[in-house]
């Protein structure tokens, strides 16, 4: 059984940083999925794929997985550019706005 530790990223329709602030246990499939010839859904014998944990500490995730004898490999986050215009989105409608506005 083989598992991945990670921190999610935020969405990409969003700027907020929402359910990003804990890390993940996922557990990765040994199975191949199979295609139901009548429906043609994929499904899996494998139910532990779809389980997720979730952990306050990247330590608390590594601990769980030791002490129950997972393999992990664990995922850094990469970290976010710095490079946010000052003003922003609002600055485009500002009253002393040094260029014009054109669409």
Do not use: C
Request: without cysteine; proline residues 4%; charged residues 25%.
């Amino acid at each position: 059984m083989r598992a991945r530790i990670y921190k999610p990223a935020r969405t990409a329709m969003s700027s907020g940083t929402a359910k990003t602030k804990h890390w993940i246990l996922e557990f990765v499939a040994e199975t191949a999925r199979e295609v139901d010839p009548l429906m043609g859904w994929t499904s899996s014998s494998d139910t532990q794929a779809q389980v997720k944990l979730t952990f306050d500490s990247k330590q608390e995730a590594l601990d769980y997985a030791e002490g129950r004898g997972i393999a992990t490999v664990v995922q850094e986050p990469k970290q976010r550019k710095v490079n946010i215009r000052p003003g922003g989105y609002g600055e485009n409608f500002a009253t002393n706005r040094r260029g014009a506005w054109t669409h």
